[in-house]
């Protein structure tokens, strides 16, 4: 089946340290983001990518980076400089062709700082 | 700048009963406007998208979207509500390249 997969479903982590969140995707798609989930908020976009080895910054990535090594993987590492890392994380990704739109997403993972 | 306005951050409605939830949307450019829908502790699942063609949009699940470009308006609506609907529904704006903007989300509640 083809789709997007995140992992762990749920992340707990000390203060102070480096937690890294997967998203794999297997739609052969060139595009790929993150976004971050606050309870009664929107969505809000941490890094996007839209080629192998190359990434930009949304609108909320301090205390955050990415890597893009491989067209299907684009890992997100929360580091000890983001101040409230509590939230929702989701994954997408889209094709790059100029008349498509919609991004598909997936399940997403909850990290909570304890 | 583009932007999204939610205007109900909850709708309660009754199984069987319509449900209106209400978008309005900003933009420089022409839009493509898309409603996702997210159950508890999910992803998001696109029910419809408005891309310049026909403004009634018809969706997953029983659900439709008008555009309406003189009122700056995108309102998803269901006929009948299912206790299935029960879910955040976000209002989604895509103008010039591959960024979404987001409204706030709705949360709606249905009864029996």
């Known amino acids: 089946d083809g789709g997007i997969t995140q992992s762990p479903k749920y992340l707990f982590r000390k203060e102070g340290q480096n937690v890294t969140l997967s998203c794999e995707q297997n739609l052969n798609h060139d595009a790929m983001y993150w976004y971050r989930q606050d309870p009664g908020q929107g969505l809000r976009l941490i890094y996007y990518?839209?080629?192998?080895?190359?990434?930009q910054k949304g609108d909320i990535a301090e205390g955050y980076s990415v890597s893009r090594e491989k067209k299907e993987s684009f890992p997100l590492t929360v580091t000890s400089a983001q101040k409230n890392p509590t939230a929702f994380y989701l994954c997408?990704?889209?094709?790059?062709?100029?008349?498509?739109?919609?991004?598909?997403f997936g399940p997403g993972t909850r990290l909570t700082v304890l | 700048a583009q932007s999204v306005t939610q205007l109900d951050s909850h709708v309660s409605v009754s199984e069987g009963t319509p449900v209106l939830l209400r978008c309005n949307y900003s933009s420089s450019y022409s839009p493509s406007l898309f409603w996702y829908v997210q159950h508890p502790n999910k992803g998001l699942q696109l029910l419809l998208k408005?891309?310049?063609?026909?403004?009634l949009v018809k969706g997953i699940n029983g659900f439709e979207a008008e555009f309406k470009k003189s009122e700056t308006s995108f309102h998803l609506t269901k006929p009948s509500a299912h206790m299935s609907d029960a879910a955040e529904y976000f209002c989604v704006l895509k103008a010039a390249g591959n960024k979404l903007t987001f409204g706030g989300g709705t949360r709606v509640l249905v009864k029996p």
């Open positions: 990518s839209q080629i192998v080895n190359d990434f």
């Open positions: 408005y891309t310049s063609a026909a403004t």
């Open positions: 997408a990704s889209s094709p790059l062709a100029v008349n498509y739109n919609e991004q598909f």
